[in-house]
Structure formats: structure tokens, C-alpha cells
């Protein structure tokens, strides 16, 4: 009855064990092995570093692992910043300079080359550009030597200014057409119901039902 995943991400904790906690599951995470060395995420996809994440852990405590590798691909930007989402703004990044750096990286760009359809919001609020969060799951279990993966996504636009004090990560930056709202504008419920992750680890469980 008790989860662990290989995350020192708060805002992912929150999500997973709200998640699990319907499941009558309750979550552990690296903040609770301080003692564990940090993976090294050097792969280049997203579901490379959840499976090198998965392993590690798993392997070094003994114990099947769940690992998470998400992020931000910006449409405008070629994708970026990708598997780099979380140290987008360099050393000692924070989700506060990640999204300044994606302000100023889109606001660089001008109106040249602006995807079409990017209509600003009733408020005026613009939209900079078509985006998608991407989340990586990878559950590995070191007596089988077996993983068992899934991936998911959101599908959005970046706006101009930040919206709504839920979520982390670029969550106040990602609105959500078909909701009217930015990710951060949503409950953890609502957000589970529509995000990548959300998305992801319904389709693992569902593989792992299978299996
Ligand atoms: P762990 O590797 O310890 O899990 P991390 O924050 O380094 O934590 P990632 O390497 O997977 O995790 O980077 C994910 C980054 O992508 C994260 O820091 C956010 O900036 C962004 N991101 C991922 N999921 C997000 C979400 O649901 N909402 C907003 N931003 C998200």
C-alpha cells in the first residue's frame, strides 16, 4: 500500500499522492531517502530519463520505483525547452525564472512567425504560442528486472501573463482553451482529470491491470 516514487519535485508529490490516495495508496518520495545520490538525467527523451530515474531507485533501495520525467515543449520555441524544462533558466533555476526566461525567449521572437490562430483571450490577454506539456512514467521492479511504461499530454497555448496560484512549473503560463483557464487555475482534481500526468498514470495503471 505504499508508492515510491523517485521525485524530489513538490508539486509532482502533491499530484502523485492525491492520485494514489483514491487508490487507498500512500506515497514516498526522495524527500524521504535524503540520503539517495541524485540521478543524473542525461537522457534525450523524456521516457529515457523516467526509465534511468526508475531504475536507479529502484535498484539502490530494493523496491519496485515509479519515476516521472515531464515538461514544457514550446511550439514557437522548436519544442524547447523540453527534457531541459526544469533547469531551462541555469543554475539554480526556480519555476519563478523558468518562466521569465520563456517570457523573454517568446517575447524575442516579436510577431514574426506567430502561429496563426492565436487570437487573444476576452481580456486582451495574448497568446504567444501553442505548447504542450509532456510527462514520461516509468515504473520499474528490480526482482523482475521489468519496467512498464506510459506517456501523456496536454495540449495548450503560453500566455502573456500568469493566471491563478495552483500547480508549479509553468502551470500559471499554460492556458487551456477549452477550460478557459490556465493550468494553475485548476483544483489538483481538476488537474489530474486533464494533465499529462494525470493522462499518463491513468494509462499505467490500466497497462498494469493488463499485466
Ligand atoms: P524530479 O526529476 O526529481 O522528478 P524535476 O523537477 O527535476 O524533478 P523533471 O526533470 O521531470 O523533474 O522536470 C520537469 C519540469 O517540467 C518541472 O520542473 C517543471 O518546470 C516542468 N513541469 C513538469 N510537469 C509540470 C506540470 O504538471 N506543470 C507545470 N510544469 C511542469
Do not use: W
Not at 23 to 48: I, K, Q, W
Not at 134 to 161: H, K, N, T, W
Request: charged share 25%.
Amino acid at each position: 500500500d505504499t508508492v515510491v516514487v523517485a521525485t524530489k519535485n513538490a508539486g509532482k508529490v502533491k499530484e502523485f499522492a492525491h492520485a494514489f490516495e483514491k487508490l487507498g495508496m500512500r506515497v514516498v518520495s526522495m524527500f524521504d531517502y535524503p540520503s539517495l545520490p541524485d540521478v543524473v538525467e542525461d537522457g534525450v527523451t523524456f521516457a529515457e530519463n523516467a526509465r534511468k530515474k526508475a531504475k536507479e531507485v529502484a535498484e539502490a533501495l530494493g523496491l519496485p520505483v515509479l519515476a516521472d520525467d515531464s515538461g514544457l515543449e514550446v511550439a514557437r520555441l522548436g519544442g524547447e525547452p523540453g527534457v531541459y524544462s526544469a533547469r531551462y533558466s541555469g543554475e539554480g533555476a526556480t519555476d519563478a525564472r523558468n518562466n521569465e526566461k520563456l517570457l523573454r525567449e517568446l517575447a524575442a521572437l516579436g510577431d514574426a512567425g506567430a502561429a496563426e490562430g492565436l487570437e487573444p483571450l476576452a481580456d486582451g490577454t495574448k497568446l504567444l504560442s501553442g505548447a504542450r506539456f509532456v510527462c514520461a512514467l516509468a515504473l520499474y521492479d528490480p526482482a523482475e528486472r521489468v519496467f512498464v511504461e506510459s506517456e501523456g499530454y496536454a495540449a495548450g497555448f503560453i500566455m502573456e501573463q500568469p493566471r491563478g496560484g495552483g500547480g508549479f512549473g509553468y502551470d500559471p503560463l499554460f492556458y487551456l482553451s477549452g477550460l478557459g483557464k490556465s493550468m494553475a487555475e485548476l483544483s489538483t482534481e481538476e488537474k489530474q482529470g486533464i494533465s499529462h500526468r494525470g493522462i499518463a498514470l491513468a494509462a499505467l495503471l490500466e497497462e498494469l491491470e493488463r499485466s
